[in-house]
């Protein structure tokens, strides 16, 4: 079964940077689409950014000009550059494809298990 493997969560201090990184497990027939989704305490969580297979970007305004969504469909991987980041950025961040495992699945999504981000003094 195919799993999304994140990195490069941590602790950085308001101003700093961060670069998530996503991979899956193993090949992945078709992707749709990839992204990055947020969840702070007690709040819900949250679509961060997205990257079609076409190479078409989304962002929540919220990170617009401070965070870059890049990725490689073809190596099933996404990256998110974080700049600039503020307090209110702190939550764990997941990766999410929306793909076709093999040629006989349907697309479904599929879940990175969350990197935490604090953005501290």
């Known amino acids: 079964q195919v799993q999304l493997v994140e990195s490069g969560g941590g602790l950085v201090q308001p101003g700093g940077s961060l670069r998530l990184s996503c991979a899956a497990s193993?090949?992945?027939?078709?992707?749709?689409?990839m992204g990055w989704y947020r969840q702070a305490p007690g709040k819900q969580r949250e679509l961060v950014a997205s990257?079609?297979?076409?190479?078409?970007?989304n962002y929540v305004d919220s990170v617009k000009g401070r965070f870059t969504i890049s990725g490689d469909h073809g190596k099933n991987t996404v990256y998110l550059q974080m700049n600039i980041l503020k307090p209110e950025d702190t939550a764990v961040y997941y990766c999410n494809f929306d793909a076709r495992p093999t040629p006989w699945d349907n697309y479904r999504e599929i879940w990175g298990q969350g990197t935490l981000v604090t953005v501290s003094s």
């Open positions: 193993q090949s992945i027939f078709s992707t749709n689409s």
């Open positions: 990257i079609t297979s076409g190479g078409s970007t």
